[in-house]
């Protein structure tokens, strides 16, 4: 854990006891409402603080800002103004929450300010231009390994020498809330004589979470592991929803394709690096040492509590899956580095999922191909019901937090409906 103690500090906005978006918190996401165009806003409690306003009423005068920097359909333009620009905005709006100022609490503007989060329409937080996925986790790789290969030599001889990823399609990443249509694709099982083409019948999800870089770099030039973070402004929540039939059968020899490019869902508030800076912890031994490129001082790992919970349509939600980022294998700081060695360019807004986060007890599985076991074990819901893989019309929902000292860091859910094949 992190050696920094977290300063106390208190708002006068009212903030629902548990509530993910603290005082410590402040995430960035972009939303509209029936009276608002799409705009830049800060979560606190159950309100947006809508910048573009606290901007227009001088709030943030010593900041210098470009004109209309926060009236935008996402934080691309913002981002790009760097991470000492990105945190002084927070920063500010941190301070004019407080309890003890009453800059914001007293001004005439405080209610053109302050929307409530119930009323507004979460939209697309960033415009992703590229999209890796990782797979960082060794339990998830493990747990893969076995079921599909050699269970002896579960790990491919290259896992344990660089953070193995692939290219994903961006353009089907979806903001919670939207649906996804079941993939139709091919498929064969082993005792089929020849493949077959229809709708997946074995759809999952994938419990990850992705951060988005800040920085743009030059075709040709590498980051190093030690700066990585520089180039990191946030973290969200990712279901990189998968077809597990579909993808046995596609993947050999290039990898995934059809299986996974049909959708991936992301929550609307991006966490920044800053907020989550208390939860640092050290991630697992790496052995063997890795190579020299891949080495990083300091700690990259984070403490974050995960859950999935499946809700079949019109009923409750049942909780799957409890899971934590700090179980990853692979930091955030060698993956990028990693991407970018060979010098492979970056722009802001693109988007790095970790892979699924499975940890070593059966109930942090972070998909229902480890959950179910490759479909054997039927995991048991709250009703009755049971589930090998996700059906038509259940959403799955995930949450994600870090706690510590009693102080709550959290990243709201990322939710989506899975809906019959067109």
């Known amino acids: 854990m992190s050696d920094s103690s977290i300063p106390t500090l208190s708002t006068w906005v009212e903030v629902p006891k548990n509530s993910d978006f603290t005082i410590y918190n402040l995430p960035f996401g972009v939303f509209k409402n029936k009276k608002l165009n799409p705009r830049i806003g800060i979560a606190i409690g159950d309100k947006i603080v809508d910048l573009s306003i606290l901007d227009q009423e001088g709030f943030f005068s010593s900041l210098f800002l470009p004109e209309g920097v926060f009236i935008k359909d996402s934080l691309n333009d913002l981002i790009s103004l760097g991470k000492a620009q990105t945190k002084k905005i927070r920063e500010r709006v941190q301070q004019l929450l407080l309890a003890e100022n009453g800059e914001l609490r007293d001004h005439s ?28 986790s060794i339990e998830h790789a493990t747990n893969v390994g076995k079921m599909f290969r050699d269970p002896e030599n579960a790990l491919l001889p290259n896992w344990k020498h660089l953070p193995v990823g692939y290219h994903g399609r961006a353009s089907s990443i979806v903001v919670s809330g939207t649906p996804i249509h079941r993939p139709k694709g091919q498929f064969k099982d082993p005792d089929m ?74 929550s609307p508030w991006v966490v920044t690096l800053e907020a989550l800076e208390p939860f640092r912890v050290q991630g697992p ?37 409890s899971s934590n980022f700090k179980y990853m294998y692979w930091n955030i700081a060698q993956q990028l580095a990693h991407h970018t060695v060979n010098g492979c360019n970056i722009n802001v807004g693109d988007l790095m999922a970790s892979g699924t986060i499975s940890g070593s007890a059966e109930d942090s599985f972070g998909s229902m191909l480890e959950l179910s076991w490759k479909g054997t074990k039927p995991v048991k819901l709250e009703d009755g019901e049971e589930r090998k893989f996700i059906e038509d019309g259940d959403t799955v929902i995930m949450k994600g937090f870090a706690e510590r000292e009693g102080i709550r860091v959290g990243f709201g859910e990322v939710s989506s409906q899975i809906l019959p094949a067109k």
């Not at 053109?112 to 960082?136: H, Q, W």
């Not at 998968?242 to 490019?261: C, H, M, T």
């Open 109 to 136: 503007a405080r209610g053109k300010v302050m929307v409530n989060r119930k009323e507004a329409e979460m939209l697309m937080p960033v415009k992703i231009g590229d999209y890796t996925d990782f797979y960082s």
């Open 193 to 266: 004589e020849k493949p077959a083409f229809g709708p997946s019948r074995r759809l999952d999800f994938e419990l990850e979470l992705a951060f988005i870089t800040g920085r743009s770099t030059k075709l040709g030039d590498s980051v190093e592991a030690d700066e990585a973070e520089d180039y990191i402004f946030g973290f969200v929540l990712f279901n990189d929803w998968s077809a597990r039939d579909i993808q046995a059968w596609e993947y050999v020899p290039l990898g995934p394709f059809l299986g996974k490019n049909f959708g991936s869902s992301i």
């Open 285 to 321: 031994l790496q052995e063997p040492e890795v190579l020299d490129y891949l080495k990083c001082k300091g700690t990259h790992s984070f403490d974050i509590n995960l859950e999935v919970y499946i809700q079949p349509e019109g009923k409750k939600s049942s909780k799957v899956c």
